[in-house]
């Protein structure tokens, strides 16, 4: 299976560039949101220490530019384009699957729906040229250094801590959306009772309002530890369609959070 051969590469090579710049695409964001916070941050989707993105978005770029590699101009805008497309697509994929925005640049001049904007686009075009020029080859020479027998073990292990760990936070995500429809809903039928209050004067609607509220504030504050992370990890994360709940989770859980 490793054996195979796509789009000029073994399939072996592809998948330890994979997992090899996710590795360094988790560090970089992890230092920096460290760094800008001034505490530690993991700053990941899934839980190990790898970003998905960037793993994907160098096989992207280690394949389809590799007949301009030699080209340092056609590299550059090659590699501002196939990452700005990249990352509008995640950020598309991420908010209509799981209905949140992961990131925002709409406050930056020439953005596009807030999922790209040109400044980050030129910033990854000269990262990309840099990694592709100076980091590539020797990624290269540690890949054929290592053992055929340990590296195919190795590609087990991860791929198959990828896939528990991909499981885990999706349905850590879906428990999340799940408890933040269920806290929506309670609080329209807080608004709705308010509202009947104000227009009726019937006995005993005060103790369902207090039992509503006290269900708000059980469910607001159940929060699992993973939930944690990701809110730590996106401290700019907001829900699409429920982001007064997601901000009150947010604030209510801030102690145990940051």
């Known amino acids: 299976m490793f054996n195979h051969v796509f789009f000029g590469f073994q399939f072996y090579d592809l998948l330890y560039y994979y ?3 996710a590795c360094m695409g988790w560090c970089i964001e992890s230092i920096y949101a460290s760094w800008i916070d001034a505490r530690l941050v993991n700053r ?4 190990g220490p790898v970003c998905p993105i960037y793993g994907f978005g160098a096989l992207i770029l280690i394949i389809v530019l590799r007949p301009v590699m030699d080209n340092i101009i056609l ?31 709409s406050n930056r001049p020439f953005n596009i729906q807030g999922r790209i904007c040109l400044r980050f686009s030129i910033y990854w075009g000269i990262v990309s040229v840099l990694i592709l020029k100076i980091l590539h080859p020797q990624v290269i020479d540690w890949i054929v250094r290592i053992p055929a027998y340990y590296g195919i073990i190795g590609l087990f292990i991860l791929l198959t801590y990828s896939l528990v760990d991909f499981i885990l936070t999706l349905s850590s995500l879906i428990k999340l959306n799940v408890l ?10 807080i608004e709705a009772t308010m509202e009947h209050i104000k227009q009726t004067s019937l006995e005993g609607i005060e103790d369902t309002m207090d039992e509503l509220k006290e269900k708000y504030e059980t469910m607001s504050v159940k929060v699992t530890s993973n939930h944690q992370r990701l809110l730590k990890a996106f401290p700019n994360l907001r829900s699409i369609h429920y982001d007064h709940i997601l901000q009150d989770i947010k604030n209510r859980a801030h102690m145990s959070i940051f």
């Open 19 to 21: 997992f090899i710049y």
């Open 44 to 47: 990941g989707f899934l839980n």
């Open 75 to 105: 590299l550059f805008i090659g590699a501002v384009i196939l990452t700005s497309i990249l990352e509008y697509i995640t950020g598309f994929v991420l908010e209509k699957v799981f209905g949140h925005k992961w990131w925002d640049y």
């Open 180 to 189: 933040i429809a269920q806290m929506h809903s309670i609080r329209l039928e």
